[in-house]
């Protein structure tokens, strides 16, 4: 009985051996099951040349583009030996070796029940990207598609192929899937593309655009440009991530900037939106529902018990409140009977109320029964409607304040509770 190996010569034997004792020798790495003398003859035998079809030519000779039809293996071979490191970039979508008839070997299907299907496959793809390779300019690259089945090895074999030459692994949304899979409740809705490239490669990219850069304050480091520092977050999103910052220059503290307004506290009929960030001299103290998450500055004996009870609410009836200063572009104003222009203390979202973002427009006072202040008693706001005044009585509780048509005057009415700030 003869040997598999009686047709190969002297040569060709040494070869194989050599090859075998190589990849014996491997210790990390891929390694596949490999004929190395069949490989060296299918690179040089039978030849296939091209016939050129001049009736789907278009324009004269000489070409630019070649558009070749045929086995993918038979070009390659042609190609090197016409375009050896001519090549800037190339892109190969090879067979994803599923096992569901998309990958053809020796003219018939390879299917999962076959078990040498990843070392064929791999060395079908061995043989024709080492000729891609060659095809490579100096500042060439190649992206190779693949799917979840043969994406580690295809990874393990280019890192053979060209070493060290890895650019990087994208992953794309091939479809929008659902949790379709039987077993895992999974959807493999990504394919990858792995890109390698030789030392003088580089992407091109956009020329990053200078023109709006200046330098007016001569800083050493050269032009520069305002840039938004708004955390692409809610304040209540990302609450633990919003922190005072100071300018080293100036000892002017930033607060956090209000990025919420926009979702979480809108004002209406205002000149201007409310300021992105709260400057001071010194940090201030933190608020839990304040939309700049601070205490703001200047808040007077009976503002700050007040401030004080929204922020220590427990029962999520206080979206968030904002200290309305008065005289601002931003700031919220009642047209008193008078003509006055009245400005609450505080705007205040309350859960459940009845008007947009749940407005709430409330005054604590002191001395309710100054004869100027009691105006403010029936004053009313076309969005947010009814002023709430407030009295602060012994230090401690807070009462309703209202108007009595019969005597006249602001008259204390009843205590005041969160739970019904959404019927005031």
């Given amino acids: 009985m003869g040997s598999r190996y009686d047709h190969l010569n002297r040569e060709e034997m040494l070869r ?22 069949e490989r060296d003859q299918a690179l040089n035998n039978d030849f296939v040349a091209l016939d050129l079809d001049r009736e789907k030519c278009v324009g004269t000779a000489p070409w630019r583009n070649l ?7 038979d070009v390659l071979r042609y190609l090197r030996m016409a375009f050896t490191g001519q090549v800037k970039c190339i892109l190969i979508d090879p067979p ?8 053809i070997y020796n003219d018939s299907f390879v299917t999962k029940e076959d078990s040498w299907r990843h070392s064929t496959w791999l060395e079908f793809m061995y043989r024709r990207l080492t000729l891609a390779r060659d095809l490579l300019s100096q500042d060439g690259v190649i992206f190779v598609h693949i799917g979840e089945e043969e994406m580690t090895r295809l990874g393990c074999l280019m ?14 949304r091939t479809r929008s899937g659902s949790n379709d899979s039987k077993h895992y409740f999974t959807s493999l809705d990504h394919e990858y593309v792995l890109c390698y490239a030789n030392a003088d490669f580089s992407f091109a990219g956009n020329t990053k655009g200078l023109k709006d850069y ?7 480091r050269g032009p520069w440009v305002s840039g938004d520092l708004t955390k692409a977050h809610s304040i209540r999103e990302r609450a633990n991530a919003y922190y005072p910052v100071q300018n080293p220059r100036t000892g002017i503290w930033y607060q956090a900037q209000k990025v919420a307004l926009a979702t979480h506290c809108q004002v209406e009929q205002t000149e201007e939106g409310l300021p992105a960030a709260l400057e001071n001299d010194s940090p201030l103290p933190t608020s839990r529902l304040n939309v700049y998450r601070i205490m703001p500055p200047g808040l007077n004996s009976w503002e700050r018990p007040f401030a004080e009870l929204l922020d220590h609410d427990s029962q999520k009836i206080v979206r968030w409140w904002h200290r309305n200063p008065p005289l601002k572009p931003w700031s919220v104003s009642v047209v008193l009977d008078d003509g006055r222009n009245f400005y609450p203390d505080f705007v205040i979202g309350i859960e459940g109320r009845k008007c ?41 509780q807070w009462m309703t304040v209202r108007y009595d048509e019969r005597q006249r005057k602001a008259v204390l009415d009843q205590e005041f509770r969160l739970a019904d700030a959404a019927g005031y």
């Fill in 16 to 37: 194989l051996l050599e090859a075998r004792d190589q990849r014996d020798a491997t210790r990390f790495g891929l390694v596949w099951e490999a004929n190395e003398i």
């Fill in 67 to 73: 558009l070749i039809e045929g086995d993918n293996y």
């Fill in 96 to 103: 994803y070796n599923t096992g569901n008839n998309d990958f």
């Fill in 159 to 172: 890192d053979k192929i060209m070493p060290g030459r890895k650019v990087a692994t994208f992953v794309w």
């Fill in 214 to 220: 200046d330098n007016p304050d001569n800083d050493p």
């Fill in 356 to 396: 947009d973002d749940g407005g709430l427009l409330a005054d604590p006072k002191f001395a309710f029964e100054i004869t100027q202040e009691q105006p403010k008693t029936y004053a009313e706001h076309p969005i947010y409607g009814r002023v709430l005044i407030l009295s602060l009585q012994g230090g401690a």
